[in-house]
């Protein structure tokens, strides 16, 4: 993995931390990979894959709970 910078890109953990209109949510320990030379935090895509999955069901979730409507789908199973 290399950074858009031409810096050295070293494994470690980092934290992710996102909010919406009606929530706010922090992940920790987050396998990444940050740049020496600019500090930029790369995840895989697996990672951000499933980041974006979450946020997407918390989204409906906190949805859910001010509307009263159901966030369950069939591709949900």
Do not use: Q
Not at 20 to 46: H, M, N, S
Request: glycine share 8%; charged share 30%.
């Amino acid at each position: 993995m290399e950074c858009s910078c031409g810096g050295v890109v070293v494994e470690g953990k980092s934290c992710y931390r996102a909010s919406g209109e009606r929530y706010c949510y922090i992940l920790e320990d987050i396998p990444a990979y940050r740049c020496t030379r600019c500090g930029k935090v790369l995840f895989e895509d697996d990672v951000v894959d499933r980041i974006k999955k979450l946020v997407n069901r918390i989204e409906r979730e906190s949805n859910e709970i001010t509307t009263g409507k159901s966030s369950i789908h069939s591709y949900d199973y």
